[in-house]
């Protein structure tokens, strides 16, 4: 262990993801002292396999990773710009038949997004680290205990305990927080309960080597079974989601490459062009808010605090926000004056909340909408489409929610 017993800092941050190490640089701007916890160090050698886990970035928070320096360090063969996002549904009689299509030009934007590398997106941000205060960053050290119970704490500080081999360390800090995924043992330490639930379908990404050239635009085909997806990444890569019952997932996962490829030629809207199955990989879909993202002096962010059906591709994005709103919250706050922090912790729990189960019900109304097959909803989801087609405003309503703003 680098620290020495008893150091202090004003935040402590465990987990390094893409959430969590953004939030360090908001944190450095404010000139704070700031810990990081990271189990797993990003390693270049991640960049050098096939991509697997790809994000939708949308315009309001590439705008916010730009203020925060992380943009710069993002290399052109770990994104893909999109402009166009479609989506229709399958099996529609030809006179039903409505392909919802959204462009940047529809919001004289320039572009609506990238899709972008996760790994790449965290290694930007260390990147930017070393530009900054370069914060001390722990990762062999396990957290065992987080304790502000007012009786062994002082008044404005937190103690986090970590376990390293037979070597306990205590720390304090004015702020703890848990940007440490899904399964945030922060939010395990703090009793914070979930409420939530499991998708019955699960989604399987396929990495596939492409023969045409890049696309400028993600699209999605709603099937009885699930949605089918397209995400075009760089250097002739593209991703394809497909969402479906955990059997048969279990089942894709078994296939050769080339059977899979068939499996895909056989299901999936005909793309481009040909190509070769990469690699792949299941996620089983969750949703989940914490009950609280706020006690005392600890805060959870990202997915700690929330996870979404990734059917729109919000998830990050929301993380992003959390970073934003947190860090205006703080920015010029005493930490050690509890009302003041009392009080901006919660303006910060109240609209991020708000905005989180939001999002999460306009996933899940689009899910059942389009992955159904019941004859009302038919009628219902055809309607929709029509209306998006002919109404302009509504449509720019719309992709302005996508794009973040
Ligand atoms: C299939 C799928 C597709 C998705 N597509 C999109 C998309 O297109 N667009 C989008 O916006 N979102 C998407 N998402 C959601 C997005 O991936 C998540 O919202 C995002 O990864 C959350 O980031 P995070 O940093 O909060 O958590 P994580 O990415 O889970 O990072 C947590 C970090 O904490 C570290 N950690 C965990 N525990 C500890 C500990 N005890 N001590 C120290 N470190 C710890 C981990 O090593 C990790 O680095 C998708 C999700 C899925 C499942």
């Given amino acids: 262990m680098l620290l020495d017993n008893g150091s202090e800092f004003d935040v402590i941050i465990v987990g390094g993801g893409m959430v969590g190490a953004a939030q360090v640089l908001a944190f450095c701007q404010q000139h704070k002292r700031v810990l990081l916890l990271e189990k797993n160090l990003p390693k270049s050698e991640w960049l050098e396999k096939p991509p697997l886990r790809v994000s939708a970035v949308n315009l ?9 320096g992380l943009w710069q360090h993002l290399s052109a063969e770990h994104m893909c710009v999109f402009n166009h996002l479609s989506t229709w549904e399958k099996e529609a009689s030809a006179l039903a038949k409505q392909k919802l299509t959204f462009s940047a030009q529809d919001i004289n934007k320039s572009h609506l997004g990238y899709l972008i590398r996760n790994e790449a ?23 065992v205990a987080i304790d502000q119970d007012g009786l062994t704490t002082e008044q404005d500080k937190v103690i986090v305990r970590l376990q390293e081999k037979d070597v306990q360390t205590q720390l304090k800090s004015h702020l703890v927080i848990g940007a440490d995924g899904a399964n945030s043992r922060v939010r395990q330490l703090l009793n914070i309960g979930l409420s939530g639930w499991d998708y019955q379908q699960h989604c399987f990404s396929i990495t596939i080597k492409t023969n045409f050239p890049m696309q400028d635009i993600t699209w999605q085909e709603f099937q009885p079974s699930g949605p089918k997806a397209f995400l075009p990444l760089s250097d002739g890569m593209a991703s394809l989601i497909w969402y479906d019952s955990a059997d048969i997932i279990k089942q894709l996962k078994q296939m050769s490459p080339l059977a899979l490829k068939q499996k895909v030629l056989d299901v999936f809207p005909p793309l481009a062009g040909d190509f070769e199955v990469v690699q792949h990989a299941s996620f089983p879909l969750t949703r989940r808010q914490a009950k609280s993202y706020v006690d005392g002096r600890a805060v959870l962010i990202g997915d700690a605090a929330h996870t979404i059906n990734p059917l729109a591709g919000q998830g990050v994005n929301l993380g992003y926000k959390d970073v934003a709103e947190l860090s205006q919250q703080l920015d010029g706050i005493d930490l050690t004056d509890n009302s003041s922090l009392t009080k901006a912790l919660q303006k910060y729990q109240t609209k991020r909340k708000t ?19 019941k004859t009302v909803l038919k009628f219902v989801r055809r309607g929709l489409l029509n209306v998006a087609n002919k109404l302009p405003w509504a449509k720019k309503q719309v992709l302005m929610k996508a794009v973040g703003y």
Avoid: H, R, W
């Avoid at 306009?362 to 059942?368: G, I, L, V």
């Fill in 60 to 68: 309001c928070s590439e705008e916010y990773l730009n203020e925060l």
């Fill in 121 to 143: 997106l965290q290694m930007a941000a260390f990147e930017q680290f070393k530009q900054l205060s370069n914060p001390p960053v722990i990762s062999s050290a396990e957290l």
């Fill in 355 to 373: 905005e989180s189960l939001v999002m999460s019900g306009a996933m899940d109304s689009f899910y059942t909408l389009f992955s159904n097959d």
